[in-house]
């Protein structure tokens, strides 16, 4: 049993819901079980929404999957769109990529991690940072961040458009677009468009690089605070080239404990059910995916940026990877539990991913035309997974002899963490809550402890609409204590 | 030309040949009038409405009436225009028509209208209807889920491949496009891709199998030109 998960005796507890949650992608609440003496029994991240996508992809063509897979998120469509196409390359019979077309794919995906990094941290993150867990609700949000650091606000707007702007010369658009197809990309990038980002590449490679310092500066006036917040031991996952090394794109699952002594390493990730398991709970739309080895109970663990820069030996580029290794040296042997050193991970893969959309941009392949791998024999099932902005995404479909997809199975990186940000909110729970008087500024530390996994509630429950930004406090006779509007999500 | 071969529209004059309707007149001489159920292979349907022009003051459809000498056609004025972009979001809430995940995006005379004729929102309710896709066949794939009732399918495969494989079916609001067999799969027919009904269809709901999105955004049809810039090069095709 998971502690805090259950309460006993529920019925004579006082309910307290953060609902919905704000600045994070989706909609969903968290509930808090509270006796009389204001101890914590009872801590839940719900999903609100929900709505099958699986059964809206049975029955259409293959060819349209990574193009109408998109629709399952706003702000991460890239990450469907190539988890997608990669397990229809296969399906369709295609051999491997030409350079030209792994390496346009590859841009456009670290220019989805860039982009989505830079919206996590300077948008929905940042407020809290860098005003205070709980300085004035109604300037904790971008509007606030604008007026107190004008120069941080305009760089995350710009690292943001440059990320699109990498989306857009290589999928046709902004959000949405069509590039990768089974088999390879139907758009080659042309010597103007690859000028065209190379010219303000190594500003973005400066300003991210500036911004890992930044919060490795806050974390120096309050290690305990940073270390510990949200502190919890897990294991963690994701995919690591042969060497070892970060790759976003393409590689091995691989699984590291606690302490970082490995579960399973280099697993072909076509094969994800023999060491994967998903379970349902009746409280949660939300699947909660363990390690099958380790079962239910111990099998849970985290993935993103956190657990990516952690289960890696190393990152493929310099200054990314001195980062790394200044960061994982505070763990002194152990890997890193705190919550917060999500931020801190998330910005070195930024870092990452703008060096590395430097290389390709340099690398005389990207402006290659040679798009399509050659044709082989079809298969009827196959599963393409990526490391996505907020984790590793596993896409699995059966495809009939008619074209049509029969059977489609979904892991979002989300769904991977869902445990993992149970966890967290009851560890913040449990120091920060526990006893005391509740105050928005209180709870808002649980919202930050979950927008540092920088869920994506939409994707994870495979839902098709909007958020609402309001959040409510209601006390237990369901009276509203306190209201705010947020208008954080950015137009799409 | 001279005054017996030629009609009006909107201001100017426009030659014709005896027997052309004032759809064909207009789109020969590069005048471009809406329309959706139009080939010029094909005798006239005049259903979708597209089309609809005043003639010396009264509606009529283009495709249909005859040019006649004297003719006064008004076609691109607000009120006629207003008339289309209503029929356009019928037709969109009548089927299931979602451009961004559909292959004929950039290809599709709907959208390509939609976009022409400024319509920004479906304005009505939504039908949802239920479609099944027929992908029975190896090579050609059917979603009806984007069909127009333009029977362009079925004349292409009655009246110039000779298989009569596809049929109107119900009443009303009822009616529908089916495959003409017993077990309605169009891949229980001797339906072939070389045919002309399989290339016919304006719209996303007749579709060659496997080269969706093969056309990168930019270089589609109406990426390049709106759909009304596109006369002559469309005379020029279908010629
Ligand atoms: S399938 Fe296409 S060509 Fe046939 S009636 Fe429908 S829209 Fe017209
Ligand atoms: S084109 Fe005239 S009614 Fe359709
Ligand atoms: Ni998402």
Known sequence: MFQLETAENPQTLRRIAIDPLTRIEGHGKVTLLLDDAGRIHQVRLHNVEFRGFEVFIEGRPFWEVPVTVQRLCGICPVSHHLAAVKAMDIIAGYGPLPPTAEKLRRLMHYGQVLQSHALNFFHLASPDLLLGFDSDLTRRNIVGLV????????????????????????????????????????????????????????????????????????????????????????????????????????????????????????????????????????????????????????????????????????????????????????????????????????????????????????????????????????????????????GTLFHHYRVDENDQVSFCNLIVSTTNNNQAMNEAIRSVARTYLDGRELTEGLLNHIEVAIRAYDPCLSCATHALGQMPLQVDLVDCEGKLVARNWHNMRPAE | MNDYDRFVLDGRPVHFERGQSILEAALASGAYIPNLCHHPEFKPHGSCKLCTVKVNGRFGSACTIKAMPGQEVASDTPELNGIRRVLLQMLFVEGNHFCPGCERSGNCNLQALAYDLEMLTPHYQHFFPARELDASHPDVMLDFNRCIMCELCVRASRDFDGKNVFALAGRGTASHVVVNCPSGKLGDTDFALSDKAASVCPVGAILHKRVGFAVPIGERRYDLAPISAQVPTQQAEEA
């Open chain 1, 147 to 390: 007026q107190d650091f004008p120069e941080i606000a305009k760089q995350g707007v710009l690292l943001r458009k440059y990320g699109q702007e990498v989306i857009r010369h290589t999928s046709g658009k902004r959000i949405h677009g069509t590039g990768a197809i089974p088999g390879g990309m139907n758009k080659a990038l042309t010597a103007a468009e690859r000028d065209e980002l190379r010219r303000d590449i190594d500003q973005m490679i400066e300003w991210t690089l500036a911004a890992v310092h930044m919060v490795a500066a806050l974390h120096r006036t309050k290690p305990e605070f940073y270390n510990h917040f949200g502190e919890f031991d897990s294991s963690m996952m994701g995919l690591v080239d042969e060497r070892g090394a970060l790759d976003f794109y393409h590689g091995g699952l691989r699984a590291l404990d606690k302490d970082g002594a490995t579960i399973f390493d280099h697993v072909d990730y076509s094969t994800y059910e023999s060491v994967l398991e998903e379970e349902a709970k009746s409280w949660s739309y939300m699947k909660f995916p363990h390690i099958r080895a380790l079962g239910p109970e111990k099998g849970w663990y985290k993935v993103g940026p956190l657990a990516r820069v952690q289960t890696c030996d190393f990152i493929p580029t310099p200054l990314a990877d001195l980062e790394r290794k200044k960061m994982v040296a505070l763990g002194a042997g152990k890997p890193l539990m705190g919550t917060l050193f999500f931020h801190w991970a998330r910005l070195i893969e930024a870092l990452h991913a703008a060096e590395v959309i430097r290389d390709l941009l340099d690398d005389p392949d990207i402006l290659g035309t040679d798009l399509m791998a050659d044709q082989g024999e079809r298969k009827g099932e196959a599963v393409g997974v990526i490391e996505a902005p907020r």
